[in-house]
């Protein structure tokens, strides 16, 4: 199999699928011949696995770690690059949010030169307020699929039956205009204290799924939403240049403005 991937690639035939597998699978191949040095110390998250599964062998399949590793990717970049764009346009639409955003920041950091700490990000209570609803408002994957792997009775639908071995879309845009009210509005006092709506419609927020298969990044998603924020903020100013096309979205597959957010930042010194 390898080698007619490899036949196919010299010469120079159309075989994306297989060219990404066999990529994928010559960069895992590396990997574990790095790891099985007992000195080898690991660089990335790839070569930690890679030291955990020679210590800790475990059955795999050679689907599984490139599969993984893809999703890991995905999630990391594509999710996380879409919600920055969002916030982005969003904060330059509703100005009086920013200038919240840039009142807090300034109260927490004496030095906007300084690198951002989680101490720092642990009392941004309105950033994180602002982060939320960017992730309500504009969830970056609005559908997950799930497989079937027994007949699933759903009772919000009537007792209807999902039979074994089909694929479920459930819509986390739906989920998210759900409970919350002005669902269609931008609103990041919703997650204050005071109004505590992401307790009173927890079961409707679902940017990160529920339950065992959530988001393993959840916790970095959003310190890496926020560091942004906070950088861009303090040290940025941006005119988003808004078209007809704006408030329309693109699956790209996370979501985006159909016109790609056209942003220009400029110093604010």
């Given at each position: 199999c390898q080698a007619k991937r490899k036949s196919m690639m010299v010469l120079g035939r159309s075989c994306s699928s297989s060219s990404m597998g066999w990529s994928r699978s010559v960069i895992i191949q590396k990997a574990r011949r790095r790891a099985q040095d007992p000195d080898f110390v690991p660089q990335c998250m790839l070569d930690f696995w890679m030291v955990t599964l020679r210590d800790h062998p475990i059955d795999e399949t050679e689907h599984d770690l490139p599969s993984t590793i893809m999703d890991f990717l995905f999630a990391s970049q594509d999710a996380s690059t879409s919600s920055l764009v969002w916030i982005a346009q969003l904060l330059h639409q509703h100005p009086e949010v920013l200038e919240k955003v840039r009142a807090e920041v300034e109260s927490v950091r004496s030095d906007p030169e300084a690198p951002v700490t989680a101490d720092e990000l642990s009392r941004l209570e309105y950033v994180r307020q602002v982060t939320k609803e960017v992730l309500?408002?504009?969830?970056?994957?609005?559908?997950?699929?799930?497989?079937?792997?027994?007949?699933?009775?759903?009772?919000?639908?009537?007792?209807?039956?999902?039979?074994?071995?089909?694929?479920?879309?459930?819509?986390?845009?739906?989920?998210?205009?759900?409970?919350?009210?002005?669902?269609?509005?931008?609103?990041?006092?919703?997650?204050?204290?005071?109004?505590?709506?992401?307790?009173?419609?927890?079961?409707?927020?679902?940017?990160?799924?529920?339950?065992?298969?959530?988001?393993?990044?959840?916790?970095?998603?959003?310190?890496?939403?926020?560091?942004?924020?906070?950088?861009?903020?303090?040290?940025?100013?941006?005119?988003?240049?808004?078209?007809?096309?704006?408030?329309?979205?693109?699956?790209?597959?996370?979501?985006?403005?159909?016109?790609?957010?056209?942003?220009?930042?400029?110093?604010?010194n």
């Open positions: 309500r408002y504009r969830p970056p994957a609005p559908m997950v699929p799930y497989y079937t792997t027994k007949d699933v009775t759903l009772k919000a639908a009537n007792d209807f039956v999902v039979p074994k071995g089909e694929i479920v879309i459930a819509s986390i845009w739906d989920a998210h205009r759900e409970g919350f009210p002005n669902a269609d509005r931008f609103d990041p006092e919703r997650f204050s204290k005071e109004r505590g709506e992401d307790f009173q419609y927890s079961k409707y927020y679902l940017p990160f799924g529920v339950g065992p298969h959530q988001c393993l990044g959840r916790e970095y998603a959003m310190n890496h939403m926020m560091a942004f924020m906070v950088i861009a903020a303090t040290t940025t100013n941006w005119q988003h240049h808004p078209t007809k096309l704006s408030e329309q979205i693109i699956y790209l597959p996370t979501i985006y403005p159909a016109d790609h957010a056209y942003v220009t930042f400029s110093s604010r």
